[in-house]
């Protein structure tokens, strides 16, 4: 099998638990459930959960633990792609070939489905540590909240959203790339890892392979953006120019852009090649940079 | 000293600690955290904070260990404000007589400030559960997780908004004010009595008082949108007129209210009152019940 069928595999096996953690609901609040599983089972690649789960196996953790916090950092990933679309911040139509959340059920809703997510995700990871309380749970379940955070994703959003139409430099680019990207991807290597009972030298590893990975991942983003077709990426193309955006292709162009992926995606590959089971890892990097939407 | 100059102090205890959570910040991002303080210290009651510290301290615990989860829920309370005041929500323009934050710093910062908040306030418990991990704080940072969540407040806002323009029966009018409302309150009492280290009855006491008290405020707070002033509530009067908002005034009428708000209320006094020392719960209680603006 190549890499490619190994991560559907997994990511078929994240839909199902999706599923137990969020079911459809006939009474009140079924909207809100209808909402959230509609962004939730919208077809995303489940990166950030196989992620997690990955680095967990490969350490020789039990995944099972770690399956309520896979679930939770794909809800948060999920609640920030509905916000990011919203008409006040990229007022994107169309998000994996389909309408988007405030396109399909209005504005409000959009906004509460996001929050619902982020919520839900709070409660799977609470719920967690109270069924196993242990150093390695709430450890988990910090790291995906930094991650996710003020000082984490959140802060990337907020100088991408403030940088729109302006002309930034180079560390405010990486800076953007770092915490919007990167940080969750880094969030789901570490929990991972503590998850596995990891050393502290191990989670710093991964920690550092998050950051080389999700920035390389975002820069293959802003290529694909240039040099994709709508119905190869199921997002309108060209919709960072349209709204302005700042990405490496607008600062360095798209050779120096190739250039950068390369680097940052060997320096990953390395990392994950110290491990002896590391070899999935390796190679979901070089796909994800490789890929074509 | 009466309950209106206790609840003072406490509050300006409880800004204080708000201050060292949530502080100005120099460097990336500076301007979310603007966003952030400016609806924090907007001049808020404080009541969830001081009714979980309340709680623990009444119950014989330690508050300060209480003090990261009082900060937490005050973050999400304010989150679900700016997000209830958006254009797309109840699109107000003004709370507690002053801009809303969309109004201050444009809808794209309003809509990530809600959302900083939100996740701060998960960053800031993990991290405690993490300092002291224990059977008591996680248990703690889960009621919160779930009076906030999917099947408490954010339930009671989804039904809110999907109500509005709509005749609405009791049932749901009491669903919408037990989840928008009581349950945060509920969340507060029952992580307070937790991280004292209450009994499982104890903390189910709490959590009915809660709800009593939590309705009983609300059903306060629509009577009070009729009969006050803009300049008595810091933010316009007859808001939910203009919204088309079912209210407990639009289906029992003000005096049939105002009989349900002594019911209630008496009901979460006599729970206090079973503590010996639940004097400022119950005198709280009465207070928020009387209370003009």
Redesign the interface.
């Known amino acids: 099998m190549n890499c490619k069928e190994v991560l559907n595999i997994k990511a078929k096996e994240i839909d199902g638990y999706l599923e137990q953690y969020l079911p459809k609901q006939k009474e009140?609040?079924s909207?809100?459930?209808e909402a959230?599983r509609y962004s939730i089972f919208a077809g995303g690649k489940r990166l950030r959960p196989v992620l997690l789960l990955s680095t967990c196996e490969m350490l020789g953790g039990n995944s099972k633990e770690a399956i309520p916090f896979a679930c939770a950092i794909e809800m948060i990933h999920t609640y920030s792609l509905i916000?990011d679309d919203?008409p006040?911040?990229d007022n994107d139509d169309y998000r994996r070939g389909k309408l988007t959340s405030h396109k399909k059920f209005?504005?409000?809703?959009a906004?509460?489905a996001?929050?619902?997510l982020?919520?839900?995700a709070?409660?799977i990871?609470?719920?967690a540590?109270?069924e196993n309380?242990?150093?390695k749970t709430?450890?988990a379940?910090?790291a995906i909240?930094?991650g996710?955070?003020?000082y984490g994703m959140?802060?990337g959003?907020?100088?991408d959203?403030?940088s729109e139409g302006k002309e930034i430099d180079e560390k405010t680019m990486y800076?953007i790339h770092k915490n919007k990207t990167a940080a969750m991807l880094q969030g789901a290597l570490k929990a991972g890892a503590i998850l596995a009972g990891a050393t502290k030298q191990q989670v710093e590893m991964m920690e550092q392979a998050g950051e080389k990975l999700g920035v390389a991942f975002q820069i293959a983003d802003d290529v694909l953006d240039i040099t994709s077709s709508l119905e190869e990426l199921g997002k309108p193309v060209h919709s960072d120019e349209k709204n302005e955006k700042n990405t490496y292709v607008t600062i360095y162009g798209i050779e120096k852009s190739k250039e950068m992926i390369q680097n940052l995606s060997q320096e990953a590959i390395c990392i994950f090649k110290t491990f002896s089971k590391g070899t999935f890892l390796a190679e979901l990097t070089q796909y994800l940079i490789d890929r074509k939407s």
Chains 1, 2 share one sequence.
Request: aromatic share 6%.
């Open positions: 009140y609040p909207e809100i459930f959230m916000h919203l006040a911040m209005g504005e409000a809703l906004i509460l996001g929050d619902g982020l919520h839900h709070m409660e990871m609470a719920n540590c109270v309380c242990s150093e709430v450890k379940m910090q909240a930094q996710a955070g003020v959140l802060s959003q907020v100088v959203v403030l800076f």
